[in-house]
Nanobody
Framework: VQLQASGGGLVQAGGSLRLSCAAS????????MGWFRQAPGKEREFVAAISWSGARTYYADSVKGRFTIARDNAENTVYLQMNSLKPDDTAVYYC????????????????WGQGTQVTVSS
């Protein structure tokens, strides 16, 4: 089972990036999928999550209104559209899947991608 995150890069403040996370080895069509991030010297934090159907989405207050999570179950892929990026959004972003408890806590997730670096310059 593998989650492959991509789409990170360097962008100026106010810009946009779209992260993708492709799953292989099993289907996650019935699982919650999420995104977390970890900035240098900080704990990994929740960014966004999406229900198995895509009908429900959840966001950290810090990204609400700027980031959008979506999924394509036919492609076994989850996306994170990030707009109006700020320097504080600079972090390694990780996709995750299949939490066994609250979707807001990283320790509940059973599957993780390798992370993709997002750097926002001021």
């Amino acid at each position: 089972v593998q989650l492959q995150a991509s789409g990170g890069g360097l962008v100026q403040a106010g810009g946009s990036l779209r992260l993708s996370c492709a799953a292989s080895g099993r289907t996650f069509g019935s699982s919650v999928m999420g995104w977390f991030r970890q900035a240098p010297g900080k704990e990994r934090e929740f960014v966004a999550a999406i229900s198995w159907s895509g009908a429900r989405t959840y966001y950290a207050d810090s990204v609400k209104g700027r980031f959008t999570i979506a999924r394509d179950n036919a492609e076994n892929t989850v996306y994170l559209q990030m707009n109006s990026l700020k320097p504080d959004d600079t972090a390694v972003y990780y996709c995750s899947a299949d939490p066994s408890g609250s979707l807001y806590y990283d320790y509940n997730y059973n599957y993780w991608g390798q992370g993709t670096q997002v750097t926002v310059s001021s």
